[in-house]
């Protein structure tokens, strides 16, 4: 993120603050921003799965569902996966989803993962194949973990879920009809419910369900809340009545599972393990009496301390068992011994696995990579890289040209994509794993693309908490300065912030410990700036170059001491040199003017909840101004009591240095069932008084400093918004976000956001504005050639290239609208309208290749339109409309060529018209960014554009002639229809086969195939105005493949000697005008209807080329 430019501006601060105060509104109506779009960047690399079923005897079809990402389906057995709960954005969290067995259109979805997720809000059905979904109850219930719906009856509809101290819907339920009403057939006491229920599909008579005990690595801490056993309840009436069945003594989480084939008697129960040996007991007589399995197999337990855990039993064979952990453990022999089935090193963290209870062979397994179809019993599994479900951190952007977007995802390491692909849409070409882990911030080096700094852990980190990157070598080294010798002097927080300041100084980058230190030589070494920011305000400061303490044993039964404070998160202002904010762990906020020399405590906040974390801290426009967020509880371990409001929005302002903090959350929702607080806070670097919220839920903006707020959702789904970044590089102005369940998403240009901030009454008093638009980079659009990528490529769509226009309309526009674009001579480079084109019709190719009428016109929507010019000049006219050209193709994008070529750097007018008024503003295109713009490219680049407009002039007189031709050809065939003469006739023949010659044969239809440019065996031989159309056609093509280059030798000869074609088959147009004169003279002689001859108003000019440079000095460059 490039801020030299607001840096620059510092001292105009303050006139710029109070213009923009004094037109801010308190709220601005959403129609000033509603065509604004999010756009999914990827990656597709897959997340966390929480839920998964599929549609009994159906190879292809399987759902699957998220903690924090929705509902999603495929019906290719993976090979494309999709979103169907999108429309839903009261919920995203999803624990449990069932397709009823004997009508696979219903399906069944419990709101609340029970590891991670948000809260839920119960139970959501869907009648049509997840096309849409209604609630159908449980709103009591806040985590859903199983579900099961009878084989033959899909009323008949059993659920487990958890309950909290707020609400009591816990334990297992039944509905009868479809789950319009429900019975609580099971709450067990001193449980906040149930999690895993189980039947054997071929008995549903017989069901178990689960309850979660403490310890064991789940649930609260020891010390707590007493210690409690799982429990396991069971039912021989299909969950009419619950019985209490004696299992061993597990702590913490239990899975359970019913065997078919075995009419009830054959249960298996797995849990932590109990003795140094296995978790897995079998049970061959109902659970009466049971047998320890797997010996002393410890990987055969839950994984993690509970996170994985999970037994489930092939369809066809109860011997046949497998086990969740960290790997997938499968046995042949009914549990005595396990081999490895499907897992690697690292973070899979095997969770949920649906068996086909008619063939044991198809399976759908959900790990914390995504989720993996085999229909081969495991031999082959599909790729979990075509799910856009990433859980990421803290995201970072680089200043490359298309620019990266990184982060650190959960159980998967780091990651970077670009935010445009090179090859017309964001696929697997463009995202790479970056060697960091799981946590922490990824920051790039502002002054060397190729270095990441990243946080490191293991052998490749060193444990260490801070790596070198350099992304050209792929090497990486340990750099913390708490490392080895130093370990015991410096605190990391987890999240681990580290930053460079970008405005003033971008080689020196900061990194949080309990104090802020500084490397100013690529992290050779590391100089503190401050004493240590986490003590308490009003206690002697704290040297930072002393070991910390050890921390105290806990004693047996007691809660463990929190870990020692630690920098949570820092801000380096972009407006001053030398302020810096910080807030530490434990809540101390300090401020310094003078780089570090002196620090200040101004931990002022005097309405801050109990148990309240400060997350994050941003400086403001001004010196004096930051904010700072944070959320009650949830991060680090503290225990909110029941009858404290968590679930609220958390932000304040300073305006005076810290000396004051007032809240500001008007607009902000509480108490969402998704979660209300604040993850993320960003100031827009350019726009005083923009800032932007990331919420549990989705994302908010607020125009007037953050005195009022209102949701930027837009068309994003419900997810956990975990970070925001503004870019604001080489012309782009985007707002980036991370969320925890869908990726990386972005708004691209939002300039009018800031144009509303600085401009409100302007925007909302006219009946039509149209804002400024962002410079326009010209580059290639698509630069895959001869072969399209397939559309089952999973991949993300690229901004839309060139110009992104915005207007904004108070009214239905009485007629058409008309956009006009014209070079800086004032020439007319394209004309748009909101008047719809024709369908392409006749397409050889499927149509998801193709373009909507709708996406080709401009919006009259009310409210603000996005309408895109892709930098191109108006199609010229051809004779050969096709997509076999179009190798480059991009799904819904497409339109048959040839198109116009695209325009030259520079300042271009836009003349907006509506109802009659036009609106003008001009925009800037600059060149790609990686080529540069320097005198001599530009000077190629125009001598580049004169001939391919001279290419375009071609095509535009070849087709007039053509037309002509056809005109008096068709004059010519009406004649021939009636008896003529014979001396009529035969010279209507010769007079036809002439104008054939010269008009040439026009291809029919727009599938493409045949040669552009004819083969002709006589290269003097006169070529026909449709043989030259085709040629000009193809070289307008040909040189928009060297977008950046200057016409070669050759690309001018050929002009040339199509131009010297042209100018010949012209003379012969006209010299057959006067043969066909003298036929008119025959047709009168015989008192026959003449035809209609127009001379031709064909011109061609000199057929030399002359470039720029050869003007001045009087030479030309190529001449015949």
């Known amino acids: 993120m490039n801020l030299n430019l607001r840096a620059a501006c510092a001292p105009l601060f303050f006139s710029c603050v109070l213009s923009s105060v004094q037109t801010a509104p308190a709220q601005v109506n959403p129609n000033l921003y509603a065509g604004l779009q999010w756009r999914s960047v990827g990656p597709f690399h897959g997340g966390r799965i929480s839920s998964v079923s599929g549609v009994v005897g159906d190879s292809g079809t399987f759902y699957m569902g998220t903690p924090l990402g929705g509902i999603w389906k495929t019906t290719s057995a993976g090979v494309t996966w999709f979103p169907i709960f999108d429309q839903e954005t009261s919920i995203d969290s999803i624990g449990a989803i069932q397709v009823a067995p004997s009508a696979p259109s219903i399906i ?10 948000s809260l839920g809000n119960g139970m959501w059905k869907s009648t049509d194949a997840g096309s849409t979904w209604q609630h159908i109850g449980l709103e009591d219930t806040v985590k859903i973990d199983s579900i099961l719906v009878d084989p033959s009856d899909p009323s008949l509809v059993i659920v487990s879920a958890l309950g909290d101290d707020h609400h009591k819907g816990g334990g297992v339920w039944r509905s009868t009809d479809g789950g319009q009403n429900w019975i609580n057939v099971l709450k067990p006491a001193d449980y906040d419910g149930t999690r895993d229920l189980q039947f054997a599909y071929d008995d549903p008579s017989v069901m178990l369900a689960a309850t979660q005990g403490t310890g064991g690595g789940f ?42 084939h075995t009419g009830g008697k054959r249960i298996y129960i797995v849990g932590n393990n109990i003795e140094n040996g296995s978790g897995l007991y079998r049970s061959d007589d109902g659970g009466e009496n049971w047998q320890h399995m797997a010996g002393k197999d410890i990987r055969i337990s839950n994984g993690q301390g509970a996170y994985s855990s999970g037994v489930f039993v092939d369809s066809q064979n109860p011997d046949v068992v497998y086990t969740m952990s960290t790997a997938m453990y499968r046995s042949t022999d009914g549990g005595a011994t396990f081999e490895p089935f499907k897992g690697a090193p690292g973070g899979e963290d095997y969770h949920k696995l649906w068996i086909d209870p008619t063939n044991g062979s198809r399976m759908l397994v959900g790990s914390d990579q995504g989720a993996s179809v085999t229909l081969d019993n495991g031999k082959t599994w599909s790729l979990w890289y075509t799910q856009a479900i990433s859980q990421v951190y803290h995201i970072a952007t680089d200043n490359q040209y298309p620019y990266h977007i990184m982060a650190a995802q959960q159980d998967t390491g780091a990651v970077e994509i670009l935010s445009r692909g090179n090859f017309g849409q964001i696929n697997f070409n463009d995202w790479s794993p970056v060697p960091s882990s799981e946590f922490g911030v990824i920051t790039p080096d502002p002054e060397n693309p190729n270095i990441i700094y990243g946080v490191g852990y293991g052998p490749g980190g060193g444990g260490s908490g801070l790596v070198k990157i350099n992304m050209s070598t792929m090497q990486w080294e340990n750099v913390a300065p708490n490392f080895g010798a130093e370990s015991s002097k410096y605190i990391a927080f987890r999240d681990f912030q580290k930053k460079f300041d970008l405005a003033f100084e971008p080689g020196a980058l900061y990194v949080a410990y309990q104090c802020l230190m500084v490397t100013r030589d690529g992290a050779h070494s590391f100089n503190a700036v401050s004493p240590d920011l986490t003590t308490a305000k009003g206690a002697p400061a704290a040297d930072c170059s002393k070991p910390h303490p050890p921390l105290p044993t806990p004693e047996p039964g007691k809660t463990p001491p929190p870990p020692p404070a630690s920098i949570a998160d820092f801000s380096i202002s972009t407006v001053k040199p030398g302020i810096m904010w910080s807030v530490s762990t434990n809540d101390q906020i300090n401020i310094t003017t003078n780089h570090g020399k002196l620090w200040n405590n101004v931990s002022n906040i005097t309405d801050m909840p109990p148990n ?18 944070g959320r009650i509880g949830g991060v680090r371990g503290q225990t909110v009591p029941p009858e404290e409001d968590a679930d609220v929005p ?21 108490d969402e069932r998704t979660g209300s607080w604040v993850n993320s806070l960003r100031v827009d ?31 994003l789904p419900s997810t956990s918004i975990r970070d925001l970044d503004v870019h604001t590089d080489h012309h782009q102005n985007d707002l980036i976000i991370g969320t925890y ?55 993300a769509h690229n901004v839309q290239y060139g110009a992104i226009l915005d207007y904004y309309l108070d009214h239905q526009p009485k007629g058409p609208l008309q956009l006009q674009i014209f070079d800086a001579d004032g020439k007319l480079v394209r004309t748009m309208s909101s008047t719809l084109p024709p369908p392409i019709e006749g397409a050889m190719f499927p149509h998801y290749w193709l373009a909507t009428p709708e996406s080709r016109a401009l919006g009259t929507h009310l409210g603000l339109n996005r309408v895109n010019w892709n930098l191109y000049y108006d199609d010229p006219p051809a004779l050969r409309h096709d997509l076999e050209d179009e190798m480059n193709m991009v799904p819904g994008s497409t339109t048959p060529g040839p198109h116009g070529p695209q325009v030259i750097p520079g300042v271009y007018t836009l003349k907006l018209t509506v109802d009659g008024q036009v609106y003008t503003r001009t925009i800037t295109v600059v060149n790609d960014p990686r080529a540069g713009q320097s005198p001599e490219l530009m000077a190629a680049l ?51 086969a002439s104008l054939t010659k010269i008009g040439g044969i026009v291809p029919t239809g727009i599938g493409g195939g045949g040669p552009a440019r004819p083969s002709t065996p006589d290269p003097k031989a006169l070529k026909s105005f449709a043989d030259l159309n085709n040629a000009y056609n193809t070289m307008v093509s040909m040189m928009q493949v060297g977008l950046d280059m200057a016409p070669t030798p050759t690309q001018i000869a050929t002009w040339e000697s199509d131009c010297n074609d042209l100018n010949h088959t012209v003379d012969a147009w006209r010299n057959l005008q006067q043969q066909a004169s003298s036929f008119n003279a025959l047709l009168a002689r015989n008192q026959l209807h003449e035809l209609t001859l127009t001379p031709t108003k064909l011109t061609v000019g000199a057929c030399s080329f002359v470039s720029e440079g050869s003007k001045k000095s009087g030479k030309q460059k190529t001449q015949r």
Not at 612 to 629: M, P, W
């Open 108 to 117: 069944y979805a419990g709101a609340g993962d029970p590891i991670g997720g």
């Open 219 to 260: 649930g609260p801490p020891s010390g707590q809340t007493k210690r409690k056993p799982a429990t396991v309840y069971k039912s021989i009436d299909e969950g009419k009545t619950w019985t209490q069945i004696k299992i061993p003594p597990f702590p913490g989480r239990v899975a359970v599972a019913v065997a078919m």
């Open 612 to 629: 309240t974390n400060l997350l994050t801290i941003e400086a403001g426009d001004d010196a004096n101004t930051a904010y700072v967020a």
């Open 650 to 670: 958390l932000i304040w302002r300073t305006t005076d240095g810290g000396k004051t903090w007032a809240s500001i959350v008007s607009g902000l929702p509480k």
């Open 685 to 715: 670097p350019q726009q005083a008084g923009l800032l932007f919220a990331g919420t549990e839920t989705t994302v908010y903006v607020s125009f007037d400093d953050g005195d009022h707020w209102q949701s930027l959702r837009q068309n």
């Open 741 to 795: 369940g869908r990726g990386f998403w972005a708004l691209d240009d939002i300039d009018p956001l800031r144009e509303i901030a600085a401009k409100a009454q302007a925007v909302t008093s006219a009946p039509v504005y149209f804002f400024p638009p962002e410079d326009a980079i010209r580059a290639r659009m698509n630069s895959n050639w001869d072969q399209p990528f397939s559309i089952e490529v999973p991949h």
């Open 942 to 992: 125009r001598a580049q554009n004169k001939l391919t407009l001279l290419y375009v002039q071609g095509m535009e007189q070849s087709f007039a002639g053509n037309q002509e031709v056809k005109a008096v050809k068709d004059q010519l065939a009406g004649l021939t229809q009636s008896n003529l003469p014979a001396d009529v006739a035969s010279q209507a023949k010769t007079l036809d």
